[in-house]
């Protein structure tokens, strides 16, 4: 397994934002996390990586930091660049855990992580003069040349084009197809149905599904945890959803 949670609960005050959640994570495996703001995704992932103080246990946590840095790249939601570097030389920051080992393999994982994100052409621009999406896209890169077999993501595809969203997400498909997994928040459920090979729900901190998106969707998880009626149809595409209206509460 490349991360297991057992019992993983974070109070915020005496109430838990995260509820006992035990779950685990294989090689190959390209997780959706979703559920309604508020209902744990980003509390889950930090908590999992041991960045914040929690009960239960991760087997992230566990690691000294730059093991866990080796072993999990983190992609926060928080996607503001601040440093005055150029696009490869922030995406090069990803090389950092890996030490000595930088100076055979780094050039190689900098320049293969800037093609996968189409940034070879912004290589030399700085980093802080880029669109949102661009900058969203390099941070990605960053996490992709940090070659750590799972990546967490806090909704990386926000903010991104229609184009971008897709690519991003065929670019989890193909690091969890290679043997790594991804764990992802989002809320695009017609995109988790289409890339992500299973899903877990969350609602007010409890995980409350956990499968195949095509399988835990129904018209009761949608209207119970996400207060909606949509339209979800298996199509020769592939899935396709639509959100039609909000619940009566
Ligand atoms: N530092 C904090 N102090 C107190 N409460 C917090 C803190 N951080 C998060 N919370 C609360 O914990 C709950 C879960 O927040 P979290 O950010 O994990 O949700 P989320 O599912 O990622 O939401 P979104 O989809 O809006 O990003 C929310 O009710 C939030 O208000």
């Not at 390099?138 to 971008?164: F, H, N």
């Not at 009626?229 to 298996?234: I, L, Q, S, V």
Request: charged share 20%; hydrophobic share 50%; with cysteine.
């Amino acid at each position: 397994m490349m991360l297991t949670l057992k019992n993983l609960t974070v109070l915020r005050g005496q109430c838990p934002v995260v509820d006992d959640v035990s779950a685990s994570i294989g090689p190959g495996e390209f997780i959706g996390l979703i559920g309604p703001n508020g209902a744990g995704k980003t509390t889950l992932m930090r908590a999992a990586l041991g960045l914040i103080a929690h009960r239960g246990e991760s087997s992230l946590a566990q690691l000294d930091p730059m093991a866990r840095a080796r072993a999990a790249a983190w992609l926060p939601q928080a996607r503001e660049i601040a440093w005055g570097l150029s696009v490869a030389e922030l995406v090069a920051l990803g090389r950092l855990p890996h030490g000595r080992d930088q100076a055979t393999r780094g050039a190689g994982a900098v320049n293969e992580a800037l093609a996968r994100m189409g940034l070879e052409t912004y290589r030399d621009r700085a980093a802080t003069q880029l669109s949102g999406g661009e900058q969203a896209r390099v941070l990605i890169a960053r996490a992709l040349a940090q070659e750590s077999p799972l990546i967490l993501a806090d909704e990386p595809i926000a903010g991104l084009d229609p184009a971008a969203q897709i690519d991003t997400m065929e670019v989890f498909s193909a690091h969890a197809r290679a043997g790594g997994a991804v764990l992802c928040s989002l809320h695009d459920l017609g995109l988790a149905a289409r890339h992500c090979s299973r899903v877990w729900v969350m609602d007010r901190g409890r995980l409350v599904a956990d499968g195949a998106l095509a399988d835990v969707l129904s018209e009761a998880l949608l209207a119970e945890v996400f207060h909606i009626r949509a339209h979800f149809k298996m199509t020769l595409e592939g899935p396709v959803f639509q959100p039609l209206s909000t619940m009566d509460h």
